[in-house]
């Protein structure tokens, strides 16, 4: 028989137990776990796999110049400066206006055609013709009407080549203040004490951005190779399915983005009929696949996995990196970390690179 105080022991163990395993589930029941594809118990019925020994590849870095570096220099420069409404002034070429506009066609608005509060860079904008030419010469407080003409080919088919009219109100020039790049400049906006020390550091980082790209380029120029040396006996019908019906529902959403039907979105924009665009929904389908099969009888001759626990660490690595946690992820994006690495990929690009790992241990470089 146990003892009272044994008694009491074991139950805590117990209930520590459970609480453990309770936690535990919490944590785990909406960790992403990797896809359930292609685990056929052999893909050699599918694919025969291309030489993956001994393939031969360039490397090349690119250098870091100083305008590189510079053109850093500039980018913290612009992000630290800051915008200034002015009330008065005349509009020129170079300006930037904040304006409230309301377009009509026969004297009714349309969708689209108004806004308050718009800022408009006249040098940079994506204004019909005349739109910002017309507000130039004009004065802050000014209230006009600008008489244009959409262009026949506009993307929306309810205005182009129509008549309207742009009632204006010119509210104020954006100034910009830059600040002068200097010690103190550094100082303020970085971690470093002046501008050689800053600089420096630019340079080390292009430095293990372009030796990273290189290594990408590499991996993509052997992986090519061992691709073109493949060849698919017969295509997983499951996976091709899916392939063709993901391309075609990105091609939906897109159409719906931009309120046309999906037969009318393919002749406006991809300039085909559906038939067509179906033929080259099939081949991107195979030419997909045949890169999974591949990639996957890699990861068997190679014994490379990916483990749950991997593949979340690789996405939070990927959240960090982007100063993300994932509720600002999911705020910004509108939805989940799971939903989004599904729906690109993700496993398949952490694969990738466990895989490419070996192959190029196995390669050589010219």
Known sequence: MLSKKKKIITGVVVLAAILILGFWYFFQKDRITVPDTYKYDDLTEYVTLGNYKGIRYTKKVKKVSDSDVQSEVKKAIKKASTTKDVKSGT????SK???DFTGKINGKKFDGGSAEDYTLDIANDSMIDGFSEGIVGH?????????????KDYSNKDVAGKNVVFTIKVKAIVKTNTPEYNDAFVEKNTKYKNTAEYEKSIRTKLEKENEATAEKDAYSEVFAKILKDSEVKKYPEKELDASKESMKETYKNLAK???LEYEDFLKQYMKM???S???????????SVKQQLVMRQLAKELDVTVTDEEYNEYLQKLLKQNGMTEDSFEEQSGTSLKEYAQQNNMYEGLLYEKIMKQVMKLSKAE
């Open 257 to 259: 983005q931009y309120n």
């Open 139 to 151: 004065k802050v407080g000014d209230k006009f009407d600008l008489k244009l003409k959409f262009p």
């Open 97 to 99: 206006v904040k304006i």
């Open 277 to 287: 665009f179906n033929k080259q929904v099939d081949a991107y389908a195979k030419n």
């Open 273 to 275: 009929d559906e038939k």
């Open 91 to 94: 509009v020129g070429s170079d």
